[in-house]
């Protein structure tokens, strides 16, 4: 049994503290916010003064990564504080002995549902005993944990943003268009899922094709001139990105 | 029942011809390819004279588009002609008085199955009656037929560019840091899957988050000293375009 408190009262905080109070290993789980006027929005959640977290085997600080800093100041020496900040060393947990990171590579929001048996967590600590108790605490929500170092965190946060949010941008842009164009955007899903279904299984430089890979140029011009602004912009630098990678690669 | 001749022997001409084949709506279905030394890989492809497409109701051209003047003007007056092409007008199919596009909003490989219940097809005709045989054929293949204009079919084919073709380049970056990061490719599999889930459920302003929309300076400048090259290029205008359209768009 482990006595858990999560500080924070945002999404991250949210999914973690949820699956760790379904979970029966748990003994408490404590949530606090570092905004004494921001009152979690989660109505179960057990709000509790700070000082009570001295009773804590562990503290997980889920706030934004400009807070982390004074957040850990206030944490009473004694539980193993992590944070789970994909870019933020944990030397900045320097009022702590006992300190590590707990890095959830997923993007989470209130309204969705988390498969947290799907989600890799990214564990790390300086200290070799630390880290088996953070280990711990990360197999209670995910089966899928690995230890890092926090060079390859950073790396994994970088291309987290690949992954995520731009490939969210290049979506956005076929939304517009689809509006504009009177198309319904889910024509779409059938080729998204073949593209993801690819980058599963194939390297990707076998699943790249299209006038870029191709340099065919009359595609290429007559794309951009239905473009305009920045989507055109993106359009031109992936082109040339696309052309130089893949003919040197390959 | 139809008769069917399809020209090509590339992945499109693959797998129109094997599901027509397998379809029990279909007369006969002949392949041929334009390079005559280039019979087509499909083993069992009924490789048939030119001269036989005048018996036809309708021959679909799903060659690369350069060629398809080319081959449009070998065949006989008569059947319906169809491309399958995104990017080319009908009229280049000046040779045929019974004309349209049949375009499949898909990427085909030969290694990979098609759902071909899930691909939309999009067709086109100046002629009403040839554009409901058209529709005859298409819906053999998908029940997802819809009727577009040129311009429409256009800009689906540009868009089709940043769904596949951009987001496998994104993809590709993300894999090559994996190699060098000593990390498995697989652990990014949720979170594209909740991405695209997120793209398919919300608007994407909704779903946009990450350092570029907070304008977040500390990790966007984090990140670009991780990064460089076309890569950091890609960082840098990705982040720019989503900052700009996120902050006039909400």
Known sequence: MVRIGIIGSGNVAFHIWRQLKASNQVHTVNIWSPNINNKPEFELANVTPVNYMENDDIVIIATKDDVIEEVQEII???????????????????????????????????????????????????????????????????????????????????????????????????????????????????????????????????????????NDQATIKGHLELLEGKEKEVYQLLTKAIHEKFNHDV
Do not use: M
Request: one cysteine or more.
């Open 76 to 214: 009473p020496v004694g539980p193993i504080v992590v944070h789970t900040s994909g870019f933020t060393s944990q030397s900045i947990l320097q009022k702590h002995q006992k300190k590590g990171v707990l890095y959830p590579l997923q993007t989470f929001s209130k309204k969705t549902e988390i498969q947290w048996s799907k989600v890799p967590l990214f564990i790390e600590s300086d200290t070799t005993s630390v880290l088996a108790e953070i280990k711990k605490v990360a197999e209670i929500l995910s089966p899928n944990v690995q230890i890092v170092t926090e060079e390859q965190r950073k790396k994994l946060h970088v291309d987290g943003v690949f992954v995520n949010n731009f490939v969210n941008y290049l979506l956005s842009i076929v939304e517009n268009h689809c509006q504009k164009n009177g198309i319904d955007k889910s024509v779409f899903n059938p080729l998204l899922e073949e593209t993801i279904r690819k980058y599963q299984s194939l390297p990707a430089k076998d699943a790249q094709t299209g006038p870029a890979l191709r």
